[in-house]
């Protein structure tokens, strides 16, 4: 796919100009944080800029190398190969973008070994061929590393093989500006939203599996300038999602009470 508009990404530290050099010397590259900090959103806004195709696939555990190599299928009562997504993008110089790649089946990983050393090259072995990455390949992979929290780990062999990245939560600033631009929310209702994610964020006593996101803030931000209460927006699209636990629901509507 090729994106046709500029996605609106803001920057919080030298992450564009990482991935231009990963981009200039064929390296692959892994960015690694929780979910809805902007990794996605930072790849298809270097694709853009690099004028390259992006191929994305979410993947989960049920992923597998022949989702993203290719398959055979009966088309017209005739059996014929259809090329997955890593194969397209190898072929055609695009940038693929594997999402949550440690959710996926253990042969998505030997799959991209080839791909992501100095071979470069696809190995389909279905067709028997091997493939050559085009010049403008670049591999690009996420994931979340919840050490502390059960989701499913990156062995160390396989990270060794990438540059890596770390995204967090921006800074508070820089966060409502985002919460600001993505929702059309106000200023002040920003800066709360912002303000209120921090207060939940430092408050590891609650145990969240995942704390409150950048994504949540936008989504509730969303509600909030297309008129919805600012409190039942906040409750709705921010602190019921964190979690299902009755007592940890009732202490976040406790905070949230105080600061929205
Ligand atoms: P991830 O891929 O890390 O799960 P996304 O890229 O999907 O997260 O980000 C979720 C949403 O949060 C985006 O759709 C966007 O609205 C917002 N967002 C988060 N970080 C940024 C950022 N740095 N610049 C612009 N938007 C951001």
Request: glycine content about 6%.
């Amino acid at each position: 796919m090729r994106i046709k508009e500029e996605p609106y990404y803001c920057e919080s530290g030298k992450e564009k100009s990482v991935f231009e050099h990963c981009s200039k010397n064929k390296l692959p590259l892994l960015l690694k944080g929780p979910t809805g900090t902007g990794k996605s959103r930072f790849v298809e806004h270097m694709a853009y800029h690099l004028g390259r195709p992006i191929y994305t696939v979410a993947c989960h555990e049920e992923t597998s190398a022949t989702d993203l190599l290719g398959r055979y299928i009966i088309q017209g009562g005739e059996t014929v190969w259809i090329d997955g997504p890593l194969t397209k993008a190898v072929k055609e110089g695009a940038i693929i973008y594997l999402d949550e790649i440690a959710e996926a089946r253990p042969d998505v990983i030997v799959a991209i070994h080839p791909l992501t050393d100095f071979r470069r090259t696809a190995y389909i072995d279905k067709l028997g061929v091997e493939i050559e990455a085009h010049e403008d390949f670049m591999f690009v992979a996420s994931y979340n590393p919840g050490y502390q929290r059960g989701f499913k780990e990156l062995k160390p062999s396989t990270r060794q093989r990438f540059v890596a990245l770390s995204f967090d939560y921006p800074s508070e600033k820089l966060e409502a500006e985002i919460v600001m631009r993505e929702s059309g929310v106000d200023a002040a209702s920003a800066k709360k939203l912002t303000k209120l994610a921090t207060k939940i964020r430092n408050l590891t006593e609650l145990r969240l599996t995942e704390t409150v996101s950048t994504r949540l803030l936008v989504d509730a931000a969303k509600l909030i300038a297309g008129d919805l209460p600012p409190r039942l927006a906040t409750e709705v699209a921010l602190v019921e999602p964190l979690t299902d636990d009755p007592h940890t629901l009732q202490a976040l509507r406790d905070i949230m009470s105080v600061m929205i």
